[in-house]
């Protein structure tokens, strides 16, 4: 999920023609490069103070001194044969600024989606050690229950498209939905706060009632399939993320994964270069939409995320750390930088007025809510169509009786 500052959309970032700020002048142009300068030189200023700061306060509510160390066995067993040294987990925002890119493809994508939410609204009660148990016992509980159930493969392999991967997906969202109450937040299809973390991140489905939303649920989902040896990514398109099992490295599946709904859908490429948001030639190109994402690109993915918040919160010192440091990850996403060119223009009015005219040509709030209003419809009728009967919540996988494990 990405923001529009204008119409606070749940799926809807700006698409790569429209973050390029028009201008009707060459001094406007001049004042954007000069925006985009000041925002470099002020970045590196304040991330060096944040790093050598000694100050006792902790960005990281909930965790302080508390010691995250936090090991996936699956994502290591599945990881390059690089001679690289283990190292520590990060256990707080601030060290992530140390972390090179192979130190961050070697965390836990859970935890790194967590250590963004900490200190955030939303976040006062985040535990992270407690959080990513509960994720491991969630785990435990999709593998027992997948291997329960394997027989429906076996004695039926076309009901799931003759593949193992698609069913073992399928019970891994099932058994999320139906066991342990993974679901979407309804209330903010239309207009999602950006002020409350829950919405943004997973703890809002982990330990909580408040839900998650198309950029949650899909890592959760990427979370609890990489400790099962899972081979799965997150994935973005323009105002939409999902999830995708890519095993092509090893001569295996790639589909994608859209749990978002009721249920698992698989659509193609060519669905998502056209939903919600259909993608022009230079996004095609540009080597960020529709890829499998990497731990370091996923971190973008969250950064961005944390800095919608922060800038909503009216912290925008802070959002503008977090805009930086996404695109020092993946600088071909050209969202980071916008997002970062914006959040730097709040602080200097006669560049924010250069921008006014390119933002009232966008269309009117009226249409894009009939636009979100469309895309909601589809949504809701892509799942009647396509769901099978087995994950229908009128027609249930399975019938499991008790309280699975992390659910109190």
Known sequence: MSKSKHTKQESQPLPADNIKIQSQSRQAQIAIYFVVFLAGVFISVAAMSYLKSDSSTEIAQGTGSEDVQVTNIALIENADQRPVQQLDQPQSFRDLFALEDFQ?????????????????????????????????????????????????????????????????????????????????????????????????????????????????MPTLYVAVGQRLGYPMNLVVTKGHVFA??????????????????RGLNTPTDEHYRNWPYK?????????????????????????????????????????????????RLAPQSKQSLYFLAQAVAKEIPGIARTRAAGQRSRGNPNSQRAARSEWYESMKEHERSVIKPDVNPDSPLRSLGGNPPGSN
């Not at 890519?246 to 978002?260: A, Q, V």
Request: proline share 2%; glycine share 6%.
């Open 279 to 327: 993608l022009t030639d230079a996004e095609r190109s540009d080597n960020w939409f529709l890829k499998s994402l990497s731990p370091v690109e996923a971190l973008t993915v969250f950064l961005l995320q944390r800095g919608h918040c922060l800038e909503d919160t009216k912290k925008l010192h802070d959002a503008q750390v977090a805009y930086a440091l996404a695109h």
């Open 104 to 216: 961050i493809d070697q965390c836990d994508i859970a935890l790194l989606n967590l250590i963004c939410a900490q200190g955030l609204p939303g976040s006062e009660e985040l535990d992270v050690t407690q959080t990513i148990k509960t994720l491991d016992k969630w785990a435990e509980h999709v593998k027992a229950e997948t291997a329960k159930h394997l027989y429906r493969f076996q004695q039926n392999p076309s009901e799931y498209n003759n593949s193992e991967a698609y069913f073992k997906t399928l019970m891994l969202i099932v058994v999320l939905q139906d066991d342990l109450n993974v679901k979407y937040n309804a209330e903010n299809i239309l207009e999602p706060d950006f002020t409350n973390s829950q919405d943004l991140f997973i703890h809002g489905m982990v330990g909580s009632e408040n839900g998650g939303t198309c950029v949650s």
């Open 244 to 261: 995708r099992w890519d095993d092509t490295d090893d001569g295996g599946e790639r589909f994608n994964i859209e749990g978002t709904n």
